[in-house]
T-cell receptor
Framework: QKEVEQNSGPLSVPEGAIASLNCTYS??????FFWYRQYSGKSPELIMS????GDKEDGRFTAQLNKASQYVSLLIRDSQPSDSATYLC???????????FGSGTQLTVLP | GAVVSQHPSWVICKSGTSVKIECRSL??????MFWYRQFPKQSLMLMATSNEGSKATYEQGVEKDKFLINHASLTLSTLTVTSAHPEDSSFYIC???????????FGDGTRLSIL
């Protein structure tokens, strides 16, 4: 059973702070890792994808992957109230293309 | 980026009605699409993988006769909830993509309410 685990939160940070979201996965064969943001009542939208160990930065977002520790994280710098949402970690293995989602972390950025 | 369109966005109907949801890939051909279900405050659960020109692959516990999937073209997959009951009320979301490990892109979702 492939599992993806996230701290469910809720996580609250003040505006301008760094928000740190964490995710662990059980399948060592996992090759593709994604962070999706989901606003209440909406469908998920892709924030970041990462495929190799290390950091990947895109604007205020940085994804970090450590395959040895089976750990992936998302940092949001200079957090804004508009970042308040549920963040879903998703993992894909090999050619299956199916995504396994974590339960999501609810983030609130306080003005 | 890739665009996936889902229709309708919202359905309210009486118990016993069958409801069809459409998922279209607008700017790319999708041999595979995915159907998810999401209950309030829960994560997405994969229901089935829709394969163009062949039968869908259903996840364990998902009733094939209840949730009919048709993927007749490279740009359209449909999910029909047959004889819907209140317990089928949920947020249904389709996605496409994922080829070569690339991200899946999601439709806007369909909120289904069965009275």
């Amino acid at each position: 059973q492939k599992e993806v685990e996230q701290n469910s939160g809720p996580l609250s940070v003040p505006e301008g702070a760094i928000a740190s979201l964490n995710c662990t996965y059980s399948d060592r064969g996992s090759q593709s890792f994604f962070w999706y943001r989901q606003y209440s009542g909406k469908s998920p939208e892709l924030i970041m994808s990462i495929y190799s160990n290390g950091d990947k930065e895109d604007g205020r977002f940085t994804a970090q992957l450590n395959k040895a520790s089976q750990y992936v994280s998302l940092l949001i710098r200079d957090s804004q109230p508009s970042d308040s949402a549920t963040y879903l970690c998703a993992v894909s293995s090999g050619s299956a293309r199916q995504l396994t989602f974590g339960s999501g972390t609810q983030l609130t950025v306080l003005p | 980026g890739a665009v996936v369109s889902q229709h309708p966005s919202w359905v309210i109907c009486k118990s016993g009605t069958s409801v069809k949801i459409e998922c279209r890939s607008l700017d790319f051909q999708a041999t595979t699409m995915f159907w998810y279900r999401q209950f309030p405050k829960q994560s997405l659960m994969l229901m089935a993988t829709s394969n163009e020109g062949s039968k869908a692959t259903y996840e364990q516990g998902v009733e094939k006769d209840k949730f009919l999937i048709n993927h007749a073209s490279l740009t359209l997959s449909t999910l029909t909830v047959t004889s819907a009951h209140p317990e089928d009320s949920s947020f249904y979301i389709c996605s496409a993509g994922g080829v070569g490990g690339q991200p899946q892109h999601f439709g806007d979702g369909t909120r289904l309410s069965i009275l």
